[in-house]
């Protein structure tokens, strides 16, 4: 941009790429290539585009309103397919999963659809699962629980819902969720080391679309 405010690069480039809307253009074409946030870097490579076109627009005179993209709102439900689809590519096969996972206690695999589902982990050995909730709410209490040695995955997936997660102070949590339109927080307020726990590690993943939730 201050290139372009000094005329260096007016010559080179049309001006029309220099607006805000190709800073989460650029950020949102890097999250997609890096796999790790695709769903998030489409939305803003949407959002920036949206933008970019308008002005586009009005530099050749296309016939383009703003107000025309609401007439795609349905891409939403696009968005959230594609979202399922790679998660279920990232999760593999659930049903061979459970099997090397051994006892049904030393994992979740909950959903909440249109309601609620609460769950008590009691395993000495959790390995992790998935937690999904549309249109309704998931509680995961593992306060009671141990985690077994090496990164266990719990993979959640909200739609216009929540889920809580509640473990005990000394367990080692990583928060990787990526929220639109909402939001998923550590809220815990205590943290203690616990030398037993070295080497063990929850590894909270997965996607909130219109959505919260939090682990306390």
């Not at 005329?7 to 650029?26: E, M, Q, R, T, V």
């Not at 946030?37 to 005179?61: D, P, R, S």
């Not at 590519?89 to 049903?95: F, H, P, S, V, Y």
Request: charged share 20%; proline share 3%.
């Amino acid at each position: 941009m201050v290139l372009e405010n000094l005329d260096i690069l007016n010559n080179f480039l049309p001006d029309y790429l220099f607006g805000w809307y190709s800073i989460p253009i650029l950020i949102g074409a890097a999250l997609m290539a890096s796999r790790e946030k695709f769903t998030f870097g489409l939305i803003l490579t949407i959002i920036g585009g949206v933008f970019l076109i308008e002005e586009m627009a009005w530099e050749y005179n296309w016939r383009f309103d703003f107000w025309d993209v609401f007439d795609f709102w349905p891409l939403v439900f696009i968005i959230v397919g594609l979202s399922l689809i790679f998660r279920r590519g990232r999760l593999g096969d659930w049903k061979e999963k459970k099997s090397e996972f051994g006892d049904s206690s030393d994992y979740v695999d909950e959903t909440a659809f249109f309601g609620g589902a609460d769950r008590i982990i009691t395993s000495q050995d959790f390995k992790g699962g998935k937690v999904t909730s549309i249109f309704g709410g998931s509680d995961i209490n593992l306060v009671n629980a141990t985690l077994a040695p090496g990164t266990n995955v719990l993979d959640v997936f909200v739609l216009f819902g929540g889920t809580d997660i509640i473990v005990p102070p000394d367990m080692n949590v990583r928060v990787e969720v990526t929220a639109v339109f909402g939001g998923f927080s550590d809220e815990r307020k205590i943290i203690n080391n616990n030398p037993d726990n070295d080497g063990r590690e929850l590894v909270i993943k997965g996607l909130v679309l219109f959505g919260g939730g939090e682990v306390k």
